[in-house]
């Protein structure tokens, strides 16, 4: 079974400081993975995914994530904190095979960025 | 706007009801996807759909089930609710069954009195 760990449910940054949302997975071959970001009363959009391609992806709105399969990490980044970046974030994993897992996503439990001026 | 639509945006009832949500995937989507979202259980798959037949089941309840119609929408059928049965519905779409990329609805809310 597949697992995410997102690790710290809050982070707090001032604008303009790196945002870093850390996000570890359980997986018994590499899966594909994804961050999808949650406004207030909205749906999830996603921010980027990882699909056996380039280890470093970029996304939407300046984010990228690097995918360690030694450390079996998929940490979230972004250079430079802006107040619309305050947000939910979820980092989910999908299994890499066929089957009928296939496409089904498996959730972290969510970190909720504060940017502060 | 991810193109995909569900109705209805807010669902207030009583223990003991039946409730039906509504999904509208993007055009040319054939998979949909239920996830539910609560507090203490955050965001879990319920179920999956491709072009009319069940293809997937997560941590779906047996007072809950689901269907996709050949216009391809879906519908989420929630019965004998419980207080715990609050939460946020999301229904999710992607072209094909083997697409890696969901693209979720705004939700809808759930209150069971």
């Known amino acids: 079974a597949q697992s995410v760990t997102q690790l710290g449910s809050h982070v707090s940054v001032s604008e303009g400081a790196l945002v870093l949302l850390r996000c570890n997975y359980s997986s018994s071959v590499p899966p594909y993975l994804f961050w999808y970001v949650q406004y207030p009363n909205q749906g999830l959009q996603l921010l980027l995914k990882?699909?056996?391609?380039?280890?470093l992806v970029k996304g939407i709105n300046g984010f990228e994530a690097e995918f360690k399969k030694s450390e079996t990490s998929f940490h979230l980044t972004k250079p430079s904190a802006h107040m619309s970046d305050a947000a939910e974030y979820f980092c989910?994993?999908?299994?890499?095979?066929?089957?009928?897992?296939?496409?089904?996503?498996?959730f972290g439990q969510g970190t909720i960025l504060t940017v502060h001026p | 706007d991810s193109g995909v639509t569900q109705t209805p945006k807010h669902l207030i009832t009583a223990t003991g009801q039946r409730v039906t949500l509504r999904c509208s995937p993007r055009s040319g989507d054939l998979s949909v996807y239920w996830y539910q979202q609560s507090l203490d259980q955050g965001l879990q798959f319920l179920i999956q759909y491709y072009n009319g037949e069940e293809r997937a089941k997560g941590n779906i309840l047996e007072r809950f089930s689901a269907q996709q119609f050949p216009d391809l929408h879906s519908e989420l059928n929630l019965s004998s609710l419980e207080l715990g049965d609050s939460a946020l519905y999301f229904c999710?779409?992607?072209?094909?069954?083997?697409?890696?990329?969901?693209?979720f609805g705004p939700g809808t809310r759930l209150l069971v009195l």
């Open positions: 989910a994993v999908s299994p890499n095979a066929g089957g009928t897992s296939y496409g089904k996503l498996t």
């Open positions: 999710a779409s992607s072209p094909d069954w083997r697409e890696e990329t969901q693209y």
């Open positions: 990882y699909t056996s391609a380039a280890t």
